[in-house]
């Protein structure tokens, strides 16, 4: 596949304004991208891991990424979203798929300046160049009520809702937050909460609800072999 931007993504050149130097004079600012001035094209997972690391919640990048794309505004790099092969039995959620048929999308971020509205467009036009590509039958992804998240973006556009999986065990530190292993073990170099408690920190096991799984069919004459039906779309719970 190229790696130039693609057709289905509008490029529209950003516009910069003005504004006052110190010394009287003028600077260019750029001003916030619009949705439509964002470029999206596949992009190596060497190119978007530094960033999938450091802005990302998890903080971790995919070992085994299928495929990648970057999110620009111009030359900047200002999202991505990575797909993988997902959980090892992921392909089961369609009838007669293979694993190769059937891909997660593992980790989705745009910068906090762009308007929410971008990440419709963007994941709308990742959908309709998969869809073009024809390899997968099926996305996965997950929204972890842990961090907050119901799948907002994946209602928006229009995926399928499967309920929520196997409630994870996360590990507290002591602080009543409950943390995914993963990041608990970035940060301390492991999550065994007997081996934590051992060095001193107060660590419990903390069971969490199970994440919320949604799907999205990109070939429509696969739809009837979804094996579970669509549920009504979780909400998010306001105080």
Known sequence: MRTGPDPVASVVQSRTARSPRADGGASPTPTLPTPKALIVRPAPPGVVRPLIVEHHYLHS????AWRCFGVFAGADLVGAMVFTAGARQGH???VGASPQQVATLARLWLRDEIPKNAESRVIGVVLRL???????????????????????????????????????????????RALHPRTVY??????????????????????????????????????????????????????
Not at 149 to 160: C, E, F, M
């Open 61 to 64: 990048m995919p070992c085994a």
């Open 92 to 94: 089961r959620a369609l």
């Open 130 to 176: 998969l869809r073009r590509d024809g390899r997968w039958k099926l996305l996965l992804s997950y929204a972890d009520p842990a961090a907050g998240h119901v799948g907002t973006i994946y209602q928006a556009t229009g995926w399928l809702y499967l309920g929520q999986g196997v409630p994870p065990s996360y590990v507290d530190l002591g602080d009543g």
């Open 186 to 239: 970035d940060r301390l170099g492991s999550n065994a909460v007997g081996h934590l408690r051992r060095t001193g920190i107060p660590a419990r096991r903390a069971v969490v609800s199970g994440k919320h799984r949604y799907a999205y069919v990109l070939d429509p004459a696969w739809r009837w072999r979804l094996r579970d039906r669509p549920r009504p779309y979780p909400r998010l719970e306001t105080p």
